[in-house]
């Protein structure tokens, strides 16, 4: 799991399907697909977005908290679908 503050970054993971740019290659377990972005605004009021691996995916790892605020997935993997 990545917090990321940079939309370029997130825009490139979404447009290559869950790999920044397109490069699945995942032979040394280093690059493990990333299959849900979550948009939240942090505790210091910037939008900001997590990346989550199959192996971070936990339900409730960014609900709604003092750090993490208006918590929404805007893509996941499955269905491939863009929600903004």
């Known amino acids: ?3 990321i503050d940079d939309k ?3 825009d490139n993971i979404i447009k290559n399907n869950g790999y920044y ?3 699945d290659d995942n032979s040394l377990g ?3 697909r990333i299959i849900q972005i979550i948009e939240y605004t942090n ?3 910037n939008r900001t977005w997590a990346i989550l691996t199959l192996q971070d995916v936990i339900s409730d790892r960014y609900r709604a908290s003092q750090y993490v605020r208006n918590p929404k997935t805007i893509w996941t993997y499955q269905t491939g679908e863009i929600k903004e």
């Open 8 to 10: 370029d970054f997130i």
């Open 43 to 45: 505790a210091w009021g």
């Open 21 to 23: 740019n397109g490069d």
């Open 30 to 32: 280093d690059n493990p």
């Open 1 to 3: 799991m990545a917090t």
